[in-house]
């Protein structure tokens, strides 16, 4: 079989993914992104057994494990700082086979660029646009046209590769709250496990990094578009800082310039995530919120099953009708799951915020880990190991 030539539109994780995929299968893959560098500032992600997974067929899970940390125990707790419930992630790990690694962002694009020969990576080329030609998708980019055998949008929640071939699809709907993301300098005594403090329309959680620091994160119920009338560095302070410790020591260890934010969206469900030979993967496909910390993780599963879909067989258009019959009912599926949670944990109605908390307490912390299991007891198409 001749080789077989792919265009990706948007380096993040998700694009790099299936580029390093289709890689290490022989393709001829470029990855077109519109930024001058291929890089990830200011926040950590969470990496959980499925996606290890998805890194283990890459080849890259022990590079990745060695850049971060492994969080031992987590859980939810209340206003006051009360335990609602704990995460034994010893369990987590013996019951699904991989524990939950936490990394900065930065750390696992630098591991996907290095799988990577660098005459794959395009920065600086933001598509112009996107077409079909007869049956050829073709890319318009500073460096001219690609007509490539198969095109990849994996381009973030505003795709423009879904712009231009999905025209009529809903666009990104607001959560009803934004997010701040942050990472400490590093501290002389972290905090010894991850928590996330649920409190009337607001939450603050954190989880350790290597090297002491800690990546910190933290959401508000306001309305889109919402500017502090302060830096957003004060505008934490004066929500989070007087909340039960350590959110105070870890305020102060934040740098003041370091503070990320972004409202939330979602994405409406698409039909299909392929139109002919074009396929969209991660965020352009089904952008959820971070509740479930599966955003990356489930464009880690896009980008092996893509590339699985498409092994031995020269039909990019069958191959990519398999990947949507895979992937749309499942990451759909998530996004809700992940939409219903957020809704829980911003609850501000005082009655209410009582009944999720005691319903939190009194769950059974098996209970817990049972219902992750349609989420993370995910195995790559070909992988039935457990």
Do not use: K
Not at 5 to 11: D, E, H, N, Q, R
Not at 159 to 172: C, F, N, Q
Not at 197 to 220: H, I, K, N, S, V
Not at 297 to 323: I, N, P
């Amino acid at each position: 079989m001749p080789q077989r030539a792919a265009t990706i539109v948007g380096g993040g994780i998700g694009g790099l993914a299936a580029a390093v995929a289709l890689h290490r299968r022989g393709w001829r893959v470029e990855v077109l992104e519109r930024a001058p560098q291929f890089i990830e500032i200011g926040a950590g992600i969470s990496l959980w057994p499925n996606a290890l997974r998805a890194l283990d067929v890459l080849g890259l899970a022990d590079t990745v494990r060695a850049l971060g940390a492994v969080e031992e125990t987590g859980g939810v707790r209340d206003r006051r700082g009360r335990w609602l419930s704990r995460t034994d992630n010893a369990e987590l790990a013996r019951r699904f086979g991989r524990p939950l690694v936490v990394l900065h962002r930065a750390d696992l694009l630098r591991a996907l660029t290095e799988a990577l020969p660098a005459d794959c990576l395009r920065p600086a080329s933001e598509v112009s646009s996107v077409r079909v030609d007869g049956q050829s998708p073709v890319v318009a980019h500073p460096g001219g046209e690609s007509r490539p055998d198969l095109v990849i949008g994996a381009d973030g929640l505003r795709s423009a590769v879904r712009g231009a071939l999905w025209p009529d699809a809903a666009g990104p709907r607001y959560a009803g709250y934004t997010a701040w993301r942050m990472v400490t300098e590093p501290l002389a005594e972290p905090p010894a496990e991850g928590a996330a403090t649920w409190g009337r329309g607001e939450r603050f959680g954190y989880t350790a990094l290597p090297d002491g620091r800690m990546y910190c994160f933290a959401t508000a119920s306001l309305p889109a578009g919402t500017t502090a009338d302060t830096s957003e560095y004060e505008e934490l302070l004066r929500r989070f800082g007087t909340w039960p410790d350590p959110i105070p020591a870890l305020l102060a260890a934040v740098p003041a310039n370091a503070v990320l934010r972004h409202d939330l969206y979602d994405l409406p469900p698409l039909p299909s995530f392929v139109r002919g030979r074009v396929a969209l993967l991660g965020d352009a496909a089904h952008a959820m919120t971070p509740n479930l910390g599966q955003g990356a993780c489930q464009a880690l599963e896009d980008a092996v099953t893509l590339a699985h879909c498409l092994d031995g067989t020269s039909e990019v258009a069958a191959a990519l009708r398999s990947y949507d019959r895979l992937r749309r009912p499942r990451t759909q599926a998530i996004t809700r799951r992940s939409a219903r949670l957020g809704t829980l944990g911003q609850l501000s109605w005082p009655p209410a915020v009582l009944l999720r908390d005691t319903a939190a307490r009194l769950m059974p912390a098996r209970v817990t880990l049972r219902s992750m299991t349609p989420v993370l007891g995910w195995t790559a198409p070909g992988d039935e190991s457990r």
